[in-house]
C-alpha cells in the first residue's frame, strides 16, 4: 500500500472502479483499496439495468465489450395489478438501439476490474479502509490490511464503499425487502422488460438471456415465506401476482433477498473527501437507477478532476464545483424513485384510480413520455 497518492479510492465496486479508469491516464498518482481479499467474488449478486447513458460511458472506457452476456432493453412496459392504465416505454421512439441493457453484476464487476490490472492505477486488495478524516490540506485515511493498519494521505479520497461506512443518514425504511430470481417463461421476452405495480410494492421482470431476472419487492414476512416456498408453489404464487402477459412460469433458480429502504449523505462533501454512488445515495430498485446514478457521480467527478490544479484537488471550489453539478441529477433520482415507490405501494382506492389515469396519460402523451424516458436514459439534463 502506498501511504500518499494524489488521490485514494475507497471501494473497488463498479462505482470507484469506473472512476479508476475515467482517470487511468491523468497525471494523477491513483491508489484504490478494496476490502475484497479475492476480486474475484463479486460484493453483490444481482443483475443490473444500465441506461443507454451508461453503455455510452462503459463503451468509451473499452469495458462494455469484456462484459460477458448484455440483454437489450428494446420495450418497457408498465402496468399495474387490478387497474387499467399501462404505458409502453419504446427504444424506436427515443431513435435508439435500445431504451437499456441487463447485465449481471458480477460480470460487470469482473470486465471493470480485467480493464484497471492493464492500467497504471495501484489496486490494493484486502485492503479495508476504516476511517477517513481531514488533516491539514489532506484526506487521512486508516486502511487495515491482514491485520496490519496503514495510514495512507490523499488530496482527495474517495469513499465508493457502497455505504458501507456510517456516512450515511437513513431517510426512509420502506419495510419492504427485494426478492430477487432467474425464471423462465411460457413466452420469449422479445426484449421486453415489465414493471408491475401491487399495492404490495413494484415487481419487475427483465430480460436477461433467454428467461428474466425477477425483482419482486414485498414486505419483509412476505419475502421470506416466499424464499422458502417449494418452485412449483413459488411459481404459482408468482403467476397469481405477475399475470399472464408472459405466459406461465416455467422455472426459478437463484432466489434471494435485500432489505430496501433510501439512504442518502446530507453533504456528499467534507474538505478533501467525496462520496460517490450508493456511498451517497442508496435508492429502491425501482426504475433500476442506483449504478446508473452512481456512473454519472464518477463522470462528472472524473471531469472535474482532470481540470483541477494538483494543488486544488479536494479544495473548497473544486468539491463545490462538484456538488453543484450533480446536485439536479441526484435529487431527481431521489425524489422520482422515492415518489415512484409511496405513490404506487398501496391499495388506497383514490390513489388507485389516479394511477391507472396518470399510466393511461403516460401512454397517451408522447411529450411526457419522451421526458420520462430521456430522464431514465440519461438523467437530469436528459
Ligand atoms: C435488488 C437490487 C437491484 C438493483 N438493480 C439495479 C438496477 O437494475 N440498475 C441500477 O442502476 N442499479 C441497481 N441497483 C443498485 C446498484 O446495485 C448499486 O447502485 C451499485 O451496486 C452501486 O455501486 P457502488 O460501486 O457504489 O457500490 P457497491 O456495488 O456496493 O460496491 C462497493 C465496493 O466497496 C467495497 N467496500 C465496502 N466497504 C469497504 C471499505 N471499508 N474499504 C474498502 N472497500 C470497501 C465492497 O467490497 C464493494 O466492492 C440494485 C440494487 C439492489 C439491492
Known amino acids: 500500500m502506498r501511504e500518499h497518492s494524489d488521490i485514494v479510492i475507497a471501494g473497488g465496486g463498479p462505482v470507484g472502479t469506473t472512476l479508476a479508469l475515467l482517470l487511468a491516464d491523468s497525471d494523477c498518482s491513483i491508489q484504490l483499496l478494496e476490502a475484497r481479499a479475492d476480486l474475484a467474488r463479486p460484493a453483490h449478486r444481482r443483475t443490473l439495468a444500465l441506461s443507454y447513458g451508461s453503455r455510452l460511458i462503459l463503451e468509451r472506457l473499452g469495458v462494455w465489450s469484456g462484459i460477458g452476456e448484455v440483454t437489450p432493453i428494446t420495450t418497457i412496459h408498465i402496468s399495474q395489478r387490478g387497474g387499467l392504465g399501462m404505458a409502453w416505454l419504446r427504444a424506436t421512439e427515443e431513435k435508439l438501439p435500445a431504451l437499456g441493457y441487463v447485465v449481471d453484476y458480477a460480470e460487470l464487476d469482473a470486465a471493470l476490474h480485467a480493464r484497471l ?27 487495515s490490511r491482514a491485520g496490519v493498519v496503514t495510514p495512507v494521505t490523499a488530496r482527495l479520497a474517495v469513499v465508493a464503499d457502497g455505504g458501507a461506512a456510517t456516512t450515511q443518514r437513513v431517510s ?35 430480460p436477461q438471456g433467454a428467461g428474466f431476472a425477477l425483482v419482486w419487492t414485498a414486505g419483509p414476512a412476505r419475502v421470506q415465506a416466499l424464499l422458502a416456498l417449494p418452485d412449483a408453489e413459488f411459481l404459482r404464487a408468482l403467476q397469481q401476482h405477475f399475470g399472464d402477459r408472459v405466459g406461465r412460469f416455467l422455472s426459478v433458480a437463484q432466489r434471494a433477498s ?14 478533501h473527501t467525496v462520496l460517490i454512488g450508493n456511498a451517497a445515495q442508496m435508492l429502491h430498485p425501482v426504475a433500476g437507477q442506483g449504478f446508473n446514478l452512481g456512473l454519472r457521480d464518477a463522470w462528472e467527478l472524473a471531469a472535474r478532476i482532470r481540470t483541477s490544479t494538483r494543488e486544488a484537488l479536494g479544495g473548497a471550489a473544486m468539491l463545490a464545483a462538484y456538488t453543484s453539478a450533480r446536485r439536479l441529477d441526484t435529487r431527481g433520482g431521489i425524489f422520482f424513485t422515492d415518489l415512484l415507490v409511496r405513490l404506487f405501494s398501496n391499495d388506497n382506492a383514490l390513489l388507485h384510480h389516479g394511477r391507472s389515469v396518470g399510466l393511461a396519460a403516460l401512454q397517451a402523451l408522447p411529450p411526457v413520455k419522451r421526458f420520462v424516458a430521456r430522464r431514465m436514459i440519461f438523467g437530469a439534463r436528459g
Open 258 to 271: 435485500f432489505p430496501l429502504g433510501l439512504r442518502y449523505a446530507a453533504q456528499v462533501t467534507r474538505p
Open 117 to 143: 490490472r492493464d492500467s497504471a492505477v495501484a489496486v490494493v486488495s484486502g485492503a479495508r479502509v476504516d476511517e477517513v478524516r481531514v488533516a491539514s490540506g489532506y484526506a487521512m485515511l486508516k486502511a
Open 172 to 206: 426512509r425504511d420502506y419495510d419492504q425487502h427485494a426478492l430477487i430470481a432467474s425464471v423462465t417463461t411460457e413466452l420469449p421476452h422479445n426484449g421486453c422488460a415489465h414493471e408491475r405495480f401491487t399495492p404490495d410494492g413494484p415487481a419487475a421482470l427483465l
